[in-house]
């Protein structure tokens, strides 16, 4: 069972996606994203498994929610920083974003 100090323990941010592109070297379909979460976090990478719902097009300038301090993780070639955040519906990720995205700045906690 998880506690709450479990979940104090995760740096969740928002930040929007500026760059979305295909991940043909992953073992299963993902994107490979480039997310700007601020000026103190800075622009980071993400491999997301998210191509059932997601184009990259439709990715770009989209508001997400992000784990910022796991340690990075190799994914074929490509080094994934952090972690986006969505769920796992009947028809695959669809990801998780702020209400009211417009009023979310870059690098903004979830608490």
Do not use: H, W
Not at 8 to 30: H, M, N, Q, V, Y
């Amino acid at each position: 069972m998880a506690v709450y100090d479990d979940f104090t323990k995760l740096d969740i941010r928002a930040g929007t996606i500026i760059k979305a592109e295909s991940f043909p070297k992953a073992r299963k379909p993902a994107y490979k994203l480039t997310i700007d979460f601020g000026s103190d976090i800075g622009i980071k990478r993400s491999s997301a498994q998210i191509t059932d719902n997601y184009t990259p097009e439709s990715l770009v300038g989209k508001k997400i929610l992000g784990v910022v301090n796991f340690p990075p993780r190799q994914i074929a070639d490509f080094i994934s920083e952090v972690l986006v955040l969505g769920t796992d519906s009947e028809d695959g990720i669809i990801l998780a974003v702020p209400d009211m995205a417009g009023k979310v700045s870059n690098g903004d906690k979830l608490c």
